[in-house]
């Protein structure tokens, strides 16, 4: 099976998502540097993956740290940690995983300095595992949502590629697929990185899943002539009132839902959803390149000098949401205490 991320003698290896669906070839991170540039350039993408990657970023870099006192050493990995977080800023799972490695290595600052580095690698493969086994159980609650004989949209890849393996929204269709359920996907092609037509569908393939790909455009119509029976997308980052920050276009996705009484469900692990935040106007935005707009792939589509705007995830606010699927359950409104319960409920 092809891994999106794999730990292996000491580097981090990754399936490099900027050569899909023409080559699966792997990328060699060697230091935590390494990683940072393969998120910021999308070599990985997507929530959990990217936090999955900064994990292990933050193992590479204490593997390098020369310091033998260990104050000195939990300094200079502090410092890879703000690096890292630096990387991308909408996902909040890059700074939850930055967060749980640099607690876990101040947690050691009793032992030996040695002890710290093997440590953080562990705990950098561990998450991976949990995030496969959290995808399942996001699966287990959403495949509920899926009717049977139906057709899901989704947008952008919320599929293994954006996560240690299995997905969040594809979770819930793989799931619903394990149920015995006849279940096809329409995906949205999602311009500008085409994460749909180059990830989601290829993945989907792969699993013997129908998918079928459209132009971004194309969803409005198709879900007015009742060919969608529910969405389901992912998440970068979850307010405390549900608001939901996603790729661009989930905005448009979710009120043309509502236009035509399609539920539109969220699928995201706990460490997802950033309760410090009272809402999605606080949700930093990520805007990249002009040249994602004006070309594609190397060939340039507009004049010369254009004026573009990149902004790479839009803000759904909470009404269009008819239920965020976690690993602890489906929370619905009002979300800021259906949110809070699930995390009481984490442990249990
Ligand atoms: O820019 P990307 O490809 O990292 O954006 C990815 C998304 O928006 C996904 O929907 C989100 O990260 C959830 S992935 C399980």
Not at 8 to 32: F, H
Not at 283 to 292: A, K, L, V
Request: with cysteine; charged share 25%; net charge neutral.
């Amino acid at each position: 099976m092809l891994e999106t991320i794999e730990w292996k003698d000491d580097r981090a290896l990754m399936l490099d998502q900027r050569k899909l669906p023409w080559a699966e070839t792997y990328y060699t991170c060697r230091n935590y540097r390494d990683v940072s540039e393969a998120i910021k350039k999308m070599v990985i993408r997507g929530a959990p993956a990217i936090g999955i990657a900064a994990a292990m970023g933050m193992a590479l870099g204490a593997k390098a740290i020369r310091a033998r006192k260990m104050d000195t050493f939990l300094r200079e990995l502090d410092r890879i940690g703000d690096y890292m977080k630096a990387s991308r800023p909408t996902a909040v799972n890059l700074a939850w995983a930055v967060d749980r490695m640099t607690a876990l290595a101040h947690s050691l600052g009793g032992r030996p300095v040695e002890e710290i580095p093997p440590a953080l690698a562990q705990e950098a493969q561990r998450m991976l595992r949990e995030d496969v086994a959290v995808n399942k159980k996001i699966g287990r609650y959403g495949q509920e949502v899926v009717p049977q004989d139906s057709t899901v949209l989704t947008h952008c890849n919320a599929g293994a590629l954006a996560t240690g393996g299995y997905g969040t929204a594809l979770g819930v269709v793989r799931a619903a697929v394990e149920a015995g359920k006849n279940v096809r996907v329409l995906a949205d092609e999602t311009r500008p990185f085409l994460q749909g037509a180059r990830l989601t569908v290829w993945e989907l393939i792969k699993d013997s899943i129908p998918a079928t790909l459209i132009p971004d455009n194309a969803a409005g119509s198709l879900m007015r002539k009742g060919e969608v029976q529910v969405v389901v997308v992912g998440a970068d980052r979850i307010a405390a009132n549900g608001d939901v920050a996603n790729k661009i276009g989930t905005y448009s996705v979710a009120v043309l839902a509502k236009e035509n009484n399609i539920p539109f469900y969220v699928a995201a692990p706990l460490s997802t959803i950033d309760l410090s935040l009272p809402d999605g106007d606080r949700i930093p935005i990520e805007e990249r390149g002009s040249e994602e707009v004006s070309s594609v792939f190397g060939k340039v589509i507009a004049p010369e000098g254009v004026v573009t705007r990149n902004p790479a995830f839009d803000v759904t606010p909470n009404r269009y949401v008819a239920g965020i699927i976690t690993e602890k359950g489906i929370a619905r409104a009002p979300y800021t205490e259906s949110l809070k319960k699930l995390f009481d409920k984490q442990g249990s």
